[in-house]
């Protein structure tokens, strides 16, 4: 089956033709650099990982452009409020994104241009803007006219005749049109500022990504993706800047994420339930919160909430448990199996050909649990070679999804450690136990092994019996 993603500019799905064959130009928004990394940003950064995963799996030549916004009203305001220079305060939190998705096992773009290193791509095109009489000075700024460009709102719906006449946004005289945006700021004390045809200034915000993207993909490239609150007005005035530049279509296909709620309620500073990622991850093993940010289908709302977290976290413990049993149980060694996939891998392609359909592709995932399981429990169900194949497919699978990126051992030692926190007896108590039931067991006192037993099982601590001894493990 082809490719198919949905395109927010004909709101459809469409088949996916790349520009040039074999290869993938890719543009996504990145976070303005002012403050730590929330779980709506990790949601679409894993989003886009994934995509670019997926088209580098089909052999594509992906090249992936993810910026960083590191000069903007919030983060002057923020480093005049712990008396920080704009600068320094944007490369402290470039390096707490940095550790936030290294964490998430993202892999990082291609390209990750800051916009303080493109001061004079983006004049550039500003002054083509003013060239075309498309944009004007004024007071010392320059802004673009919305109304010179015939197309304007086609990504987001929206009529500008409409937008005016109920127009509720502070009246500013320096522009002719309410709607008008600003490409180029007259520089105010205290600020960063660079030269400029128009004197001492900083750029726009929506200016800034379409001089990198041009800089680095061209003038057209393929899909350009961010969150939903990016369509109006920032994506919206993204395609009215550069194709009034450009005169040609900016990006072909435009890929959105759905809203993070928390706890059935819309994530917002207003309601102060934003939650940050390196808070998350006290809690959570980064590859949980991997998987439950793409347990729904990217364009849909995801309530992120400690319920739904827990279910992700038995999840994965189930995915990594079938990892130990294949390692434990069988010959699984030699590598991949069909080129091509079996039947688990061609299923999941198919769910992800289908606007990356990441939801149906985890349930894939999960029917190859149940089958890798069932082969393992009887050994005559099936041949060493469906085994391998059904190993073959799930590191696959995984490898798109970025989870199982850690042995076995290190998953389950970390989840112990981090379940062990949440108990009131230690490891070392523990095994104590243990080593007083099985003298109890040896000597035939039946009774005090079974107080221990329910002793322990009472703590969350699960007993097997087995010829070599008897083990333990924490209940999930």
């Given amino acids: 089956m082809a490719m198919r993603i949905y395109n927010t500019l004909t709101k459809s799905k469409e088949s996916f033709e790349p520009i040039l064959p074999g290869q993938v130009k890719i543009y996504v928004c990145g976070p303005t650099v002012y403050d730590f990394c929330h779980v709506g940003h990790a949601r679409s950064v894993v989003v886009f990982d994934v995509v670019v995963r997926y088209f580098r799996a089909l052999n594509y030549q992906v090249t992936y452009v993810r910026n960083f916004t590191d000069v903007d009203d919030k983060i002057i305001k923020r480093a005049n409020e712990v008396g920080m220079p704009a600068i320094q305060l944007a490369d402290k939190f470039i390096d707490a994104f940095y550790h936030d998705m290294d964490a998430l096992n993202v892999i990082h773009a291609d390209v990750e241009p800051r916009v303080t290193a493109h001061i004079d791509d983006i004049i550039d095109i500003v002054q083509t803007l003013v060239d075309k009489k498309v944009a004007y000075v004024s007071g010392g700024d320059v802004f673009y006219s919305v109304e010179a460009f015939a197309d304007y709102g086609k990504l987001s719906g929206r009529k500008l005749d409409d937008m005016v006449a109920g127009s509720r946004i502070e009246v500013n005289a320096s522009k002719r049109n309410p709607y008008d945006f600003v490409l180029w700021k007259a520089a105010k004390p205290g600020e960063p500022s660079w030269p400029s045809p128009w004197g001492e200034g900083r750029p726009g915000w929506h200016i800034e990504c379409s001089a990198m993207s041009r800089r680095f993909l061209g003038e057209t490239f393929d899909i350009h993706g961010g969150?939903?609150?990016?369509?109006?007005?920032?994506?919206?005035?993204?395609?009215?800047?550069?194709?009034?530049?450009?005169?040609?279509t900016f990006a072909r296909y435009w890929m959105h994420n759905g809203f993070v709620n928390i706890d059935n309620e819309k994530m917002s500073k207003s309601l102060n339930n934003f939650l940050m990622i390196k808070d998350i991850l006290t809690s959570y093993h980064p590859e949980t919160v991997r998987l439950f940010l793409l347990s729904?289908?990217?364009?849909?709302?995801?309530?992120?909430?400690?319920?739904?977290?827990?279910?992700?976290?038995?999840?994965?413990?189930?995915?990594?448990?079938?990892?130990?049993?294949?390692?434990?149980?069988?010959?699984i060694r030699g590598g991949d199996r069909d080129e091509a996939g079996g039947s688990y891998w061609q299923a999941f392609c198919a769910a992800m050909d289908d606007d990356f359909n990441t939801a149906k592709g985890i349930g894939i995932l999960f029917n190859l649990l149940k089958e890798g399981n069932r082969l393992l429990d009887d050994k005559d169900a099936g041949t060493d070679e469906s085994r391998k194949q059904l190993f073959s497919d799930l590191r696959r699978m995984g490898n798109i999804l970025g989870i199982l990126q850690q042995p076995w051992q290190a998953f389950f030692e970390n989840r112990t450690q981090n379940q062990l926190q949440e108990i009131t007896v230690s490891a070392t108590e523990i095994d104590a136990l243990v080593t007083e039931r099985t003298a109890a067991r040896k000597n035939k006192d039946w009774k005090r092994a079974d107080e221990i037993r329910d002793q322990l099982q009472a703590l969350g601590v699960l007993l097997e019996d087995k010829a070599d001894g008897t083990h333990w493990k924490l209940a999930t």
Avoid: C, M, T, W
Avoid at 227 to 248: M, R, V
């Fill in 227 to 248: 969150g939903k609150d990016l369509i109006f007005p920032h994506h919206e005035n993204e395609i009215a800047q550069s194709e009034a530049a450009h005169g040609k």
């Fill in 296 to 331: 729904s289908h990217y364009r849909s709302p995801i309530d992120f909430s400690d319920q739904n977290l827990k279910e992700s976290e038995k999840a994965l413990d189930k995915i990594y448990g079938l990892v130990r049993r294949f390692d434990e149980e069988a010959d």
